[in-house]
């Protein structure tokens, strides 16, 4: 049965959080590993033109989808209909399309997966009957989206099945993958307009081997064999290691500045801090897309707050 997502959920208590940022590249990788996902990605996004604000101005509406409140369904609608365009057929002659069902919910499951993680590797854990309490909220987390609900597991135990059975069976090693993996050539973040090349090129070098590295733990065995990435005993317990400091630092953060502003404007809202009216809290210019009158780019031109 469907739970409601709100204050005390687990999905509010992990989704939302900074530290999921960390699990940005697994998460990317992962959707793009689906073919038909990732045909879509190689033949329509933008993404690798404008990595950092596609990022950035993504998490809003993302976000939205769990905290707007009673405006959730129609922010989960608007994320859905950015998709309505995006179909074609791939090198391989199979078609594909955005809205069908089993590639919008494999994108779907890996949010849920990733909040898991999150919580699993950067927030101390999390113990089993929290994993279903999540996976039971997920179901509330999707339907918001109004695509049909058919391949959504009913059971968590189903939903291990499937995910196991998408890592082995369905999930393949593809250039939009790769291209999402490497980040070599990453321009310096927008929110850092004073950082000069000469510093950024030698940063870059060490954030890419270290994303990837913190990616490569958060993998389940079957991917990290399909994508070639051997993974030892040192690197577990290093990756441990580094989870638990990223949680021990997060203590020293204000709970309320661990979520992303429009997880944090939900909670608030939730709270009584800010009236229900109040307006949604949208991306910053900084991250609006060059075009800013394509449908399949989160653009709120109209927006009444800057976040």
């Not at 900074?18 to 959707?31: E, F, P, V, Y």
């Not at 859905?80 to 919008?104: N, S, T």
């Amino acid at each position: 049965m469907a739970k409601g997502l709100g204050p005390g959920s687990v999905t509010w208590e992990y989704f939302g959080d900074w530290r999921g940022m960390l699990q940005g590249l697994w998460a990317g990788s992962m959707q793009n590993m689906h073919p038909k996902l990732g045909a879509a990605v190689e033949e329509h996004s933008e993404f690798f033109e404008e990595r950092w604000e596609r990022l950035f101005r993504s998490l809003y509406p993302i976000g939205g989808v769990v905290f707007d409140g009673e405006r959730a369904e129609e922010t989960g609608r608007e994320v859905r209909d950015y998709h309505r365009d995006i179909r074609g057929v791939d090198a391989r002659g199979r078609r594909y399309h955005a809205l069908d069902p089993d590639v919008f919910y494999w994108a779907h499951a890996t949010f849920f997966y990733g909040t898991l993680l999150t919580a699993q590797h950067f927030c101390g854990g999390i113990g089993e009957r929290e994993k279903r309490e999540l996976f039971e909220e997920h179901k509330t987390w999707y339907a918001r989206y109004g695509v049909s609900t058919r391949p959504v597991p009913d059971t968590w135990e189903d939903f291990q099945r499937y995910w196991d059975h998408m890592c082995r069976e369905v999930l393949e090693d593809n250039r939009a993958t790769r291209d999402v993996l490497d980040l070599t050539t990453m321009p310096a973040p927008p929110f850092a307009p004073w950082l000069p090349d000469w510093l950024w090129r030698p940063t870059r070098a060490v954030v890419a081997r270290g994303f990837v590295w913190v990616t490569v733990g958060m993998y389940d065995q079957p991917v990290r064999d399909l994508l070639g990435y051997r993974w030892s005993t040192w690197d577990e317990r290093a990756h441990r290691v580094f989870g638990a400091a990223v949680g021990l630092a997060f203590r020293l953060v204000p709970p309320r500045l661990r979520k992303h502003p429009r997880a944090r404007d939900g909670l608030d809202r939730a709270s009584g801090r800010l009236p229900a009216s109040t307006p949604l809290v949208h991306t910053p210019e900084r991250y609006l897309p060059r075009d800013r009158t394509d449908p399949r780019h989160y653009c709120p031109v109209h927006a009444e707050r800057r976040g």
